[in-house]
């Protein structure tokens, strides 16, 4: 995928990563769509270690992945922010 998809694909993961993990944080959309692309790449790492496939494009499978990656990548950014 090219550089603008992954800044979209990021935007929608961060902001459902958000809806599932409600709370204040700082940084606004820029923060989100950085957490939404880190969460993009450490779902697709971690989905590829477990055999559970990886993030390749607009799919389904991949959209799950990267959703539970900026989850993930959110809990630890308040972690680390508290």
Do not use: C, E, H, Q
Not at 6 to 19: M, R, S, T, Y
Not at 32 to 41: H, S, Y
């Amino acid at each position: 995928m090219g550089i603008l998809s992954w800044i979209v694909f990021g935007l929608i993961a961060g902001i459902l990563a958000k809806f599932f993990m409600p709370g204040r944080d700082g940084g606004g959309i820029i923060i989100t769509i950085l957490l939404g692309i880190a969460g993009a790449v450490v779902g697709g790492f971690i989905g590829s270690a477990l055999g559970l496939g990886d993030v390749t494009g607009f799919n389904f499978r991949s959209f799950i992945i990267a959703v539970a990656g900026g989850v993930l990548v959110l809990f630890v950014y308040r972690r680390m922010r508290s």
